[in-house]
């Protein structure tokens, strides 16, 4: 089954900082990008960040400087590093995988998106 | 504010035809591919449409996507009850260096 499983959102305090981790299975991660993206509920989606299969890391303005994207392809796994987390991170973060198959990054879509884990940024 | 837009909500009743249209500009849109997105009550999103026109293995064929210029438009015909659910569009932005979303469109089949 193709998925990807969200772990390690939780309460933090302001100012505090967050690990989320993804781990995939069912695909050939390798050939995937991979993006956290983010919904406040009863909001829309927000994108955050995203890294490609050699690495390329994209940010978001709201978290650039704040959030680091990294990936361990010999785990099948994507992290989303989150520091001086504010109340405005207060979401559920999805991870979610897109096929790395064309030139662009418009390719293929966001085809494969996890639960979502649920981070709340409060004192 | 979304960087694409998308109207907030629109209702039709079962068995009959929507359209929900997604507008944005020559940095995303009008020279990108655009995907689709459906999002039940209480669920995660859906790949629906990608390639602007093309539906992933499942995706019935009463979903189409189009897109003209810096507009994109996701049609769905014999409307079901089961149809209820959010709909977002997105694409990735040349100019922002990232993924953009529509703010979504609620779909009441009435």
């Known amino acids: 089954e193709v998925q990807v499983v969200e772990s390690g959102g939780g309460l933090v305090q302001p100012g505090g900082s967050l690990r989320l981790s993804c781990a995939a299975s069912?695909?050939?991660?390798?050939?995937?990008?991979m993006h956290w993206v983010r919904q406040v509920t009863g909001n829309g989606l927000e994108w955050v960040s995203a890294?490609?299969?050699?690495?390329?890391?994209y940010y978001s303005g709201s978290v650039k400087g704040r959030f680091t994207i990294s990936r361990e392809n010999a785990k099948n796994s994507v992290y989303l590093q989150m520091n001086s987390l504010t109340a405005g991170d207060t979401a559920v973060y999805y991870c979610v995988g897109q096929y790395s198959g064309g030139p662009g990054w418009d390719d293929y879509g966001l085809g494969v998106w996890g639960r979502g884990t649920t981070v709340t940024v409060s004192s | 504010q979304s960087v694409l837009t998308q109207p907030p909500s629109v209702s039709a009743a079962p068995g009959q035809k929507v359209t929900i249209s997604c507008s944005g500009s020559?940095?995303?849109?009008?020279?990108?591919?655009v995907s689709w997105y459906q999002q039940l009550p209480g669920t995660a999103p859906k790949l629906l449409i990608y390639?602007?026109?093309k539906r992933p293995s499942g995706i019935p064929d009463r979903f189409s996507g189009s897109k003209s210029g810096t507009s994109a438009s996701l049609g769905i015909t014999g409307l079901q009850t089961g149809d209820e659910a959010d709909y977002f569009c997105?694409?990735?932005?040349?100019?922002?260096?990232?993924?953009?979303f529509g703010g979504g469109t609620k779909l009441t089949v009435l």
């Open positions: 390639d602007s026109n």
């Open positions: 997105g694409t990735w932005d040349t100019s922002l260096s990232g993924v953009v």
């Open positions: 890294i490609g299969t050699a690495s390329d890391t």
């Open positions: 069912g695909f050939d991660f390798n050939t995937y990008d």
């Open positions: 020559s940095s995303n849109i009008g020279n990108r591919y």
